[in-house]
Structures are given as structure tokens and as C-alpha cells.
């Protein structure tokens, strides 16, 4: 007789409604925030809620939809079209901490999901110029926006 092989940390933490509670939450904050919200191409959120999803199930052992679909996850290059300075970062990583918090997950759960999700973060981070700075994400000139030093006006 054979031992049953261990749960994953998707089947530990309640697999597929656990992670659609995650990813839902988090896109409620995406959805109303002017810094993220402009980097998703599409008009919908559903399609990066789906791909988000898929990716975190498949990384945490769950099915691996991901792969079949989009091939190998190549996070840094596929975020390279996007400003992630660390404004970008910090702001998704609240709504990220919001989310993880209405999981009610248990402690060593909680702090193994929020570690990776924060080193995540950190390593998506391409640029340091500051938000509205630089080419947009999808490639078009939203403007001059130059940086000059103005004269105080007199008082």
C-alpha cells in the first residue's frame, strides 16, 4: 500500500473558489485604480482575471490551463510593454493585500501566498520613472509630458 501523495497548497487552501475569491477581489481594486487599470489592454478585465487565474492555480498545483494556453509563464517579459515602476508595484500589492486578506487563510497559508506574491511584484518592477513618465504601455504619445523647473510666481 502506498501513501496518497501530499495535498498541494491549492488543494490546502481550497483550490479553484479560493483562488477565484483572490483574483476577483484583487481586480475589484484594479478596476477603480487610475494607475493600474489603464495597463490592461483590454476594455473588459475578464480576459487578465482569466489569465491571472489560471497562471496562480497552475503555480500553486493546481491545473495547469496555463501552460496548455499560453506556454511558459516568461512574467518579466510579458509585463516588459508595461511602466511597473514602483508606484505601480506598491499600488498592486494593496490591492493584492486586500485580496489575500479575505481569504481568512491560516497564518503559515497566509505568509507563504503573500511571500511569493511579493517577491513577484518586486521582480516586475522596469522602470523607475515615475507614473505618466515615459512611452505607454501601448506604444503611443499620450503627450509631452517634460519635466521643467517652473519660476515661483511672485507673492
Do not use: C
Amino acid at each position: 500500500m502506498t501513501a496518497p501523495a501530499p495535498a498541494s497548497f491549492y488543494d490546502e487552501i481550497g483550490g479553484h473558489e479560493t483562488f477565484v475569491k483572490l483574483v476577483d477581489v484583487f481586480y475589484d481594486g484594479v478596476a477603480g485604480d487610475d494607475v493600474l487599470q489603464p495597463m490592461y489592454p483590454e476594455a473588459d478585465l475578464g480576459p487578465a482575471k482569466e489569465r491571472l487565474l489560471m497562471f496562480l492555480e497552475q503555480y500553486w498545483g493546481g491545473p495547469t490551463t496555463y501552460g496548455e494556453r499560453r506556454g511558459h509563464p516568461r512574467l518579466r517579459m510579458r509585463h516588459r510593454p508595461f511602466h511597473v515602476n514602483p508606484d505601480a508595484r506598491d499600488r498592486w500589492l494593496a490591492h493584492m493585500r486586500t485580496a489575500v486578506d479575505s481569504l481568512h487563510l491560516a497564518p503559515l497559508h497566509e505568509a507563504t501566498l503573500w511571500d511569493y506574491l511579493e517577491r513577484a511584484a518586486h521582480a516586475m518592477v522596469n522602470t523607475f520613472e515615475p507614473t505618466g513618465i515615459g512611452a505607454a504601455a501601448d506604444g503611443r504619445d499620450h503627450g509631452n509630458l517634460s519635466v521643467t523647473a517652473q519660476e515661483d510666481a511672485p507673492s
